[in-house]
């Protein structure tokens, strides 16, 4: 059996996903499914079981599992409660470790491109103690993934028991289909598709920084099922251990992200630029973009989807059909 906590959210139920067209119907989701409809995302999947969070820990005893796939999280980058957080996102995280490692149990779990703050010290993913200690998270978030990192190299560093195997992978922007639920934190092409569908303006962030054009704020914008290729890869290579980075290499602009999805329409480009909220303004990153060599060398050659494929394949299976969920 294989557990995929966060498994009802966006990536985790992607994952599901992969794991049943593998032919794995011994999937077991831990997540919350609330009143917003993310039950949605399972509805065409077959599991063996949902596990609320706060019985996570007791349903695990005495089971005998192939790995944990940790996706579950707060993963708002606005979150505030840092009580809430740090308990689900850092000490939950850290029972599970203990966990795995006790019980011998792979685990790969999310980490976040977040975790690099506003990038002065660079993408690379360098795991060691040292090169993560410099790293500066902008928010509650992402100082909740760089915990768990921290904690996890610092016992790899002193050669502390860890599970057979462990990864953390640092996703960069991801985006594709299930991600509806996630409301303020979906993609900017989930949150503005119907404005481009409609032909209504589609409004983008104004720079507010000198030698950056108002649209031209940069991401490493990756699509869901790279992702997925990722976690299925490494589940098939149990010698790989690590934290990795998670994106495409190529950094690309938000007008380039609309642009695409107007260009799978065939339809005439309308954006106009707005004011960035002030409450933002400090903590926005400009650019981001992944260091790739770590994943590479240890091994994985699926490679990317480029950005208008990507975005031509979400827009056409999914956004504009009448079934949106995977």
């Given at each position: 059996m294989l557990l995929v906590t966060g498994g009802a959210g966006f990536i985790g139920s992607n994952v599901v996903a992969a794991l049943n067209d593998a032919g794995r119907a011994d999937v077991a989701v831990c997540d919350v499914l609330g009143h917003d409809g993310k039950w949605k995302n399972l509805a065409k999947r077959q599991l063996a079981d949902v596990v609320p969070p706060g019985e996570l820990m007791a349903w695990l005893q005495g089971r005998r599992l192939d790995a944990i796939i940790h996706m579950g999280a707060i993963s708002e980058t606005t979150a505030t409660d840092g009580d809430l957080v740090i308990e689900t996102n850092f000490r939950l995280s850290m029972r599970l470790l203990d966990w795995c490692t006790a019980n011998h149990v792979p685990l790969i779990y999310a980490s976040s491109a977040s975790t690099y703050g506003d990038g002065e010290q660079g993408f690379k993913d360098d795991q060691s103690v040292a090169a993560l200690k410099q790293l500066r998270p902008m928010?509650?978030?992402?100082?909740?993934?760089?915990?768990?990192?921290?904690?996890?190299?610092?016992?790899?560093?002193?050669?502390?028991?860890?599970?057979?195997?462990?990864?953390?992978?640092?996703?960069?922007?991801?985006?594709?289909?299930?991600?509806?639920?996630?409301?303020?934190?979906?993609?900017?092409?989930?949150?503005?598709?119907?404005?481009?569908?409609?032909?209504?303006?589609?409004?983008?962030?104004?720079?507010?920084?000198?030698?950056?054009?108002?649209?031209?704020?940069?991401?490493?914008?990756?699509?869901?099922?790279?992702?997925?290729?990722?976690?299925?890869?490494?589940?098939?290579?149990?010698?790989?251990?690590?934290?990795?980075?998670?994106?495409?290499?190529?950094?690309?602009?938000?007008?380039?992200?609309?642009?695409?999805?107007?260009?799978?329409?065939?339809?005439?480009?309308?954006?106009?630029?707005?004011?960035?909220?002030?409450?933002?303004?400090?903590?926005?990153?400009?650019?981001?973009?992944?260091?790739?060599?770590?994943?590479?060398?240890?091994?994985?050659?699926?490679?990317?989807?480029?950005?208008?494929?990507?975005?031509?394949?979400?827009?056409?299976?999914f956004l504009d059909a009448e079934d949106r969920f995977r």
């Open positions: 928010n509650l978030y992402g100082w909740s993934k760089h915990l768990f990192d921290l904690a996890v190299a610092e016992r790899a560093a002193r050669g502390e028991r860890l599970p057979p195997q462990w990864a953390g992978l640092k996703f960069f922007n991801v985006f594709g289909p299930n991600e509806y639920h996630k409301g303020s934190m979906m993609s900017v092409l989930a949150k503005r598709f119907d404005d481009v569908k409609s032909g209504r303006v589609v409004q983008l962030f104004k720079s507010h920084r000198a030698g950056i054009a108002d649209g031209d704020q940069r991401r490493d914008f990756i699509y869901v099922d790279d992702v997925v290729r990722v976690m299925i890869w490494l589940l098939a290579t149990p010698s790989v251990s690590g934290i990795f980075n998670v994106g495409t290499g190529h950094a690309r602009s938000f007008r380039d992200l609309i642009l695409s999805a107007y260009a799978a329409l065939g339809a005439k480009p309308n954006i106009e630029y707005i004011d960035m909220p002030e409450s933002i303004r400090g903590s926005y990153q400009y650019f981001t973009e992944s260091e790739g060599e770590r994943l590479r060398g240890a091994g994985y050659n699926g490679g990317f989807t480029a950005l208008e494929d990507a975005v031509a394949h979400y827009v056409k299976g």
